[in-house]
């Protein structure tokens, strides 16, 4: 996945994986600065339902403002991925 081109993103380096996916560090090359990308496992978008439950996740989930918790810029799918656009900080974990 590094150096690939996912709509505007580029991905730059792998942060870390897990059972929920695999985050990158990215290039938003529209808005010039760096975020985090979370890509989720493509079973978690093949049904109509999965993709819904998603959305009204990220949704709920972008409207909490905590330092502790990353905000959602963009949810959406590219290339059959889901990625979920987080905002990014190179001297904390990502949460």
Known sequence: MIGRQLGHFRI???IGAGGMGEVYRARD??????VALKILP???FQDATARARLLREARTASKLNHPH????HEVGEAHALAPFVLSSSK???LA
């Open 91 to 93: 001297d904390e974990r």
């Open 12 to 14: 730059l380096d792998k």
């Open 29 to 34: 090359e529209q808005l010039e600065r760096d």
């Open 69 to 72: 918790i990353c905000t959602i």
């Open 42 to 44: 493509a079973a978690s």
